[in-house]
């Protein structure tokens, strides 16, 4: 989970946005030095003088509400709130530009893309994640390989078995990726969407998953089971309605000069179904 890096086109950020995610409710009133929007469109900020011939930069805390809680964080985030948050941790190569249009990440520029458009050859800037530990190749060659993998949890749109033939991390800095075929979202959607995480982090994760594992009793996991499926439990009664379909049927059909198909007719069309037929 990259952390902000200095030396990205130039130079560090002259300033930073600090966004702090509320999973529900209604805040306090805004805290001296919060960004706030004005209702005009300009960006305010309490407490900072206001130039009329200058650009204000925000500064101070954005507070977000979002329609529920964060669950998995990580490219396998299902959950519109998990997903809006990702951008907020994560980092991927690329991300989108204010237009839309994708500018290197982690990748210190745009990628190389061969003639054909099938290899693309990426080099990382110098980045950290949360933990400390610097951003390697072989973080992102894992995580494209989780995204090539047959049985991908990630999105969708970021499952590349379909589009990646390899990936590969030539050295601690750079990264080839061998399509299957020319892909053109491959730079907006892939590179953009699929954000960069630990190897080692996940590589953890999983032993431990594993440990926990072999130390669980089967036996009395079964046990418990069995006893579950002894347990008579009676199935809620759901109450129910007169067929209302039917019943508007029944009041066409008493209706003069009024000629309904049969319901068959619809199902297997029988006489006089292609009259009906839309």
């Not at 130079?11 to 030095?33: K, N, Y």
């Amino acid at each position: 989970m990259p952390s902000l890096r200095e030396g990205i086109q130039g130079g560090s950020r002259a300033a930073v946005l600090v966004a702090v995610v509320v999973l529900g409710g209604c805040g306090s009133p805004t805290p001296t030095g919060t960004a706030v929007v004005s209702t005009g469109s300009t960006i305010t900020t309490p407490g900072v003088p206001q130039s009329s011939d200058a650009a204000v930069v925000p500064t101070g805390t954005l507070t977000i509400a979002v329609e529920g809680a964060l669950t998995n964080l990580s490219n396998a985030a299902a959950d519109e709130p998990t997903i809006a948050a990702l951008p907020f941790i994560f980092n991927g190569l690329y991300r989108s530009n204010a237009s839309l249009a994708p500018v290197p990440d982690l990748a210190a520029e745009l990628c190389d893309v061969s003639d054909d458009e099938i290899t693309w050859t990426c080099t990382l800037t110098d980045a950290k994640f949360h933990s400390g530990d610097r951003v390697m190749a072989e973080d992102v060659a894992f995580t494209y390989q989780l995204a090539m993998s047959p049985t991908c949890a990630f999105r969708p749109a970021l499952c590349l078995s379909s589009i990646l033939r390899d990936v590969e991390a030539v050295d601690e800095s750079t990264i080839v990726f061998k399509l299957k075929e020319p892909y053109a979202p491959f730079g907006t959607v892939a590179l953009t969407g699929i954000k960069i995480e630990s190897k080692a982090a996940i590589e953890r994760a999983f032993a431990t998953l594993v440990t926990a594992a072999d130390e669980l009793d089967l036996q009395s996991a079964e046990s418990l089971t069995n006893e579950l499926e002894k347990l008579e439990v009676e199935a809620p009664q759901i109450p129910t309605c007169p067929d209302a379909a039917e019943r508007a049927e029944e009041l066409l059909r008493g209706a003069p000069s009024l000629r309904l198909p049969e319901r068959d007719d619809f199902k297997f069309g029988g006489e006089g179904a292609d009259e009906f037929d839309p």
